[in-house]
């Protein structure tokens, strides 16, 4: 079984910044990527940061520059610090991971459940 928290969403007015984290718990072998998406209403939902565990993050354009994400290994967490935050970035947020549930099994993945960005003046 494997468990997200998620936390870290809110309000935060044009030009703000906000840091969101996921932290993975649970009875597996290890975890590979870990990445955001978010979907604002009526939209499908959209990738947003991917971390792979040997350090490298990739970024759809609309963020990079503005959001960062990053990784404690240790711990499988993922934080998406998120600055100069617009409008159109108000959607739920959610990590997700690539998990091996043991050494020989194929990664699966996983999803958290959200947590809510609105950027509003």
């Known amino acids: 079984q494997v468990h997200f928290v998620e936390s870290g969403g809110g309000l935060v007015q044009p030009g703000g910044s906000l840091k969101l984290s996921c932290a993975v718990s649970g009875n597996f072998s290890s975890v590979s990527s870990m990445a955001w998406y978010r979907q604002a209403p009526g939209k499908q939902r959209q990738w947003v940061a991917t971390?792979?565990?040997?350090?490298?993050?990739t970024y759809t354009d609309s963020v990079r520059g503005r959001f960062t994400i990053s990784r404690d290994n240790a711990k499988n967490l993922v934080i998406l610090q998120m600055s100069s935050l617009k409008f159109e970035d108000t959607a739920v947020y959610y990590c997700?991971?690539?998990?091996?549930?043991?050494?020989?099994?194929?990664?699966?993945?996983?999803w958290g459940q959200g947590t809510q960005v609105t950027v509003s003046s």
């Open positions: 971390s792979i565990t040997g350090g490298s993050t």
């Open positions: 997700n991971a690539a998990i091996r549930s043991a050494p020989t099994l194929p990664l699966t993945l996983y």
